[in-house]
């Protein structure tokens, strides 16, 4: 056997022992994709894999993904006040929200992939039953969109710019009254 071909079995067989090897399979698929097709394909698929692990941890809360798909020295454009920077910023901000909504799930409903970019339109559900804040849940429905633009750099995540629908989601948490 050759010094490549072992070289090659050992790199397989690290892959299939990752535990991405399995949770690549099971990654969000956008519901619509448009791709620059100009971009190589592997830089497009590079930067595809990084939005949808992300999605994935936002849909899941494993916080593996989060690490995977992001820069470790990430930064957050947008950051709600009191979010601390880096890829620890988000992985504290999905524990804090899975504490109130324990049931959360992610569609990845858009993907645009263009120059270094991947804009991403989420859609969120849940139900309300844990504390935020000051307020206590009581089972109520949560549904709210969020849309992200990331720059990818080396097929990794290394910043993002969000909105999220928050007065919808205020609204739904009773944090606010209904607009009239």
């Keep these: 056997m050759t010094h490549f071909t072992f070289s090659r079995l050992v790199l397989s067989a690290a892959l299939l022992a990752s535990p991405f090897a399995f949770a690549e399979s099971t990654l969000l698929q956008p519901q619509t994709v448009i791709v620059d097709q100009s971009l190589p394909k592997a830089q497009r698929d590079a930067m595809e894999l990084a ?12 916080e593996a993904l989060a690490k995977a798909a992001l820069s470790e020295q990430f930064i957050d454009m947008t950051p709600p006040e009191g979010r601390v920077q880096g890829p620890t910023g988000p ?5 804090f929200f899975r504490m109130a909504v324990p049931d959360l799930s992610c569609e990845i409903e858009q993907m645009i992939i263009a120059g ?7 859609h969120f559900r849940g139900h309300f039953t844990g ?6 849940g009581q089972g ?14 080396n097929g990794r995540i290394a910043a993002n710019w969000h909105i999220e629908d928050n007065i919808s989601l205020m609204q739904q948490l009773q944090a606010q009254p209904p607009a009239s």
């Design 51 to 62: 939005a949808r692990r992300y999605g994935s941890f936002w849909n899941s809360g494993e």
């Design 116 to 122: 270094d970019r991947v804009v991403v339109h989420l």
């Design 140 to 153: 109520q429905r949560v549904d709210f969109r969020a849309t992200d633009i990331y720059q990818i750099n």
């Design 91 to 95: 992985l504290l901000a999905s524990k």
């Design 131 to 136: 504390p935020f804040k000051a307020l206590k």
